[in-house]
């Protein structure tokens, strides 16, 4: 593969994913119910895109075997995070008596 096609590959990838990123922090934004929530999905948004750069980042200058592992430890943290992001959403829903209005 040439190097054009890489650098093309990676420049659709970033975009993609920073595309990605700000259609889902938009989507949490405009569906959080109270200013405590809205502060969490920006707060919560903008510490995960520092950590995913960082992620990325770091990646470039580990060797093979090492991304893997890495790879590994940031799906768990990643599952790990998803959970805490939906049950601290549902705490401020059923704070401001939202989640009984939706059921």
Known sequence: MTSLAIWFGVAV???LGLLGG???TYVSF???KSPAERRFVLGGS???IIFIVAYVVGLAFLSQPARLYATCIFVLI???AIRFWNRRSEAFRRATGEAAAEK
């Open 13 to 15: 990838g970033c975009a």
């Open 22 to 24: 700000g259609i889902g």
């Open 30 to 32: 405009k569906a959080a």
């Open 46 to 48: 903008v510490a995960w």
């Open 78 to 80: 990643n599952t790990l």
